[in-house]
């Protein structure tokens, strides 16, 4: 396979030795860091692992960012759901090149990219929030990774309920999921899988009681542990600290508690 190198345009992580990460767009521009300052020009054709240094003798590496990167440099003002939560997430949604997603709420746009980074160019991402300083931001987030083509951001309250019917999967990132579970199932296709993610186990008793309503079946309910190791081959050990909490997350399938009565509406239909 012909090695690639880095072009006009293209994200580059600059990660130093130490482990400190900048992402900066390949232009002919020079970036300055406490690091020194470095040539974004210079680096166009190179292969991307080189080693580059800054003005000041400081070595970086030049590196794709991933999935895993580009979330965690996304700019906040929300609280986000973090990489160990999202991989699960996108598995249990079963999210996949040309599938239609719809999210709520859009906050500052983590689930928002890793949903428009899986479903291709042939998906959809649907994303609804009620405020537009948060829509705005995430929309930033999205076009910074030149992701934003892949997703319709919607400034809307999910107590309007969803506009979409028949979609693959929808999750729910909000304090309150349990008052939107009716407007959630509208919008789902049958059998399809619900997400959500709260962070208190108060909250997941409310949304299990009103899947006990029978809309949802076989929820299941858990929290993802990630726990890193510092990498000395010598001294092999857990990290002093971890993350300990971000959030519970409950999947549940849309089901039909009563099936003929949809048929028969389905029939009625002009
Ligand atoms: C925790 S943030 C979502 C973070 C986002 N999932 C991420 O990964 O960056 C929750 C968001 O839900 C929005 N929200 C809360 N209630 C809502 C509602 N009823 N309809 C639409 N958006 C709502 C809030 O404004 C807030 O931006």
Same mark, same amino acid.
């Given at each position: ?24 767009? =390949? ?23 080189? /080693?580059?240094? /800054?003005?000041?003798?400081? =070595? ?15 700019? +906040? ?17 079963? #999210? ?27 998906? +959809? ?6 405020? *537009? ?7 930033? $987030? ?9 997703? #319709?951001?919607?400034?809307? $309250? ?18 309150? &999921? ?28 409310? =949304? ?23 990498? $000395?081959? *010598?001294?092999?050990? &857990?990290?002093? +600290?971890?993350?300990?909490? /971000? ?11 009563? &099936?003929?009565?949809?048929? $028969?509406?389905?029939?009625?239909? &002009?």
């Amino acid at each position: 396979m012909e090695e690639k190198t880095i072009e006009a345009g293209d994200l580059i992580l600059l990660t130093s030795q130490e482990g400190k990460e900048f992402l900066v767009t =390949a232009e002919e521009r020079v970036f300055g860091t406490h690091m020194g300052n470095l040539d974004l020009g210079s680096l166009l054709g190179m292969p991307w692992g080189s /080693t580059v240094t /800054t003005h000041k003798g400081k =070595a970086f590496y030049l590196l794709k960012p991933s999935l895993h990167d580009l979330t965690r440099h996304i700019k +906040r003002q929300t609280q986000i759901i973090f990489p160990k939560d999202l991989g699960f997430i996108l598995m249990k949604l079963d #999210v996949g090149p040309g599938k239609t997603i719809v999210e709520c709420g859009t906050g500052s746009g983590s689930l928002t990219l890793a949903l428009a980074w899986m479903v291709g160019s042939t998906g +959809r991402v649907i994303s609804y929030e009620k405020e *537009e300083k948060f829509a705005l931001l995430a929309q930033q $987030n999205l076009k910074r990774v030149g992701l934003d083509q892949r997703v #319709v951001f919607k400034i809307k $309250n999910a107590r309007e309920g969803f506009d979409e019917e028949g979609v693959d999967a929808l999750f729910l990132d909000l304090r309150t &999921p349990w008052e939107y579970l009716d407007q959630a199932h509208s919008a789902l296709g049958g059998g399809k899988t619900l997400g959500i993610l709260v962070p208190t186990t108060n909250q997941v008793t409310k =949304a299990l009681e009103k899947m006990e309503e029978g809309n949802f079946a076989y929820p299941e309910v858990c929290e993802i542990l990630l726990r890193y190791y510092k990498p $000395n081959a *010598e001294r092999l050990r &857990p990290q002093d +600290r971890m993350v300990a909490h /971000t959030g519970f997350l409950i999947f549940a399938r849309k089901v039909y508690k009563n &099936p003929k009565s949809i048929i $028969n509406e389905r029939r009625e239909k &002009p």
